[in-house]
């Protein structure tokens, strides 16, 4: 059974903390990205991978990290730095970066208490 | 260039109405324009993608309208249903560009 997993659906963090999204597909794709959705705000792309140990800052990329060490998997990282990270976010693939089609996993939900 | 204008923000509809979701784009270099469906906390899904080469295309209820001179794409759901009630984003991309989002429109349709 393909797709995206992401893993926790909730995360509930202390402020000062950092916390990590996992994100692992078996799609075999090349490229994966992080998104961002606040409400009314559509979904803002924070980083994204072309291929292994390799990845790029994207529109919204302050206060977050990532690491690409296998194919399958893109972790992202919400570090102290981040300033308002209550958010749903959501892991996405696609067959690279030309590729048109985007599959997304079905999201965590992380809120800052 | 980079932005996607998506109209309205939230749309009610009756059962068995027309939806009609609109929007708007400025970087020329995009070829393709993709609608995501997204259900409360889920994942947005694709549900219907058309390019400039086609003035319309249809996939069931489902209907995109494209117009290449005024920059502008609709979507049009036929008969709707309430369980098309759902957020939809229109997107864009081509020309070496990332997939842009529109901000989104809450559908709900209303028995």
């Known amino acids: 059974d393909g797709g995206i997993t992401q893993s926790p659906k909730y995360l509930f963090r202390k402020e000062g903390q950092n916390v990590t999204l996992s994100c692992e597909q078996n799609?075999?794709?090349?490229?994966m990205y992080w998104y961002r959705q606040d409400p009314g705000q559509g979904l803002r792309l924070i980083y994204y991978?072309?291929?292994?140990?390799?990845?790029q800052k994207g529109d919204i990329a302050e206060g977050y990290s990532v690491s690409r060490e296998k194919k399958e998997s893109f972790p992202l990282t919400v570090t102290s730095a981040q300033k308002n990270p209550t958010a749903f976010y959501l892991c996405?693939?696609?067959?690279?970066?030309?590729?048109?089609?985007?599959?997304f996993g079905p999201g965590t939900r992380l809120t800052v208490l | 260039q980079q932005q996607v204008k998506q109209s309205p923000q939230s749309l009610i509809v009756q059962k068995g109405g027309i939806s009609i979701i609109n929007c708007a784009y400025e970087?020329?270099?995009?070829?393709?324009f993709p609608w995501y469906q997204q259900f409360p906390g889920k994942g947005p899904a694709l549900l219907i993608a058309?390019?400039?080469?086609?003035s319309e295309k249809k996939e069931g209820r489902f209907t995109i309208s494209f117009n290449k001179s005024a920059k502008q794409f609709s979507l049009h759901i036929m008969d709707s249903q309430p369980g098309d009630s759902a957020t939809y984003f229109c997107?864009?991309?081509?020309?070496?560009?990332?997939?842009?989002f529109g901000t989104g429109t809450q559908l709900k349709v209303e028995l």
């Open positions: 991978s072309q291929i292994v140990n390799d990845f």
């Open positions: 970087n020329t270099a995009f070829d393709y």
């Open positions: 058309i390019r400039p080469d086609v």
């Open positions: 799609l075999n794709h090349d490229a």
């Open positions: 996405a693939s696609s067959l690279g970066l030309a590729s048109n089609e985007q599959f």
């Open positions: 997107a864009a991309t081509g020309g070496g560009n990332k997939l842009t």
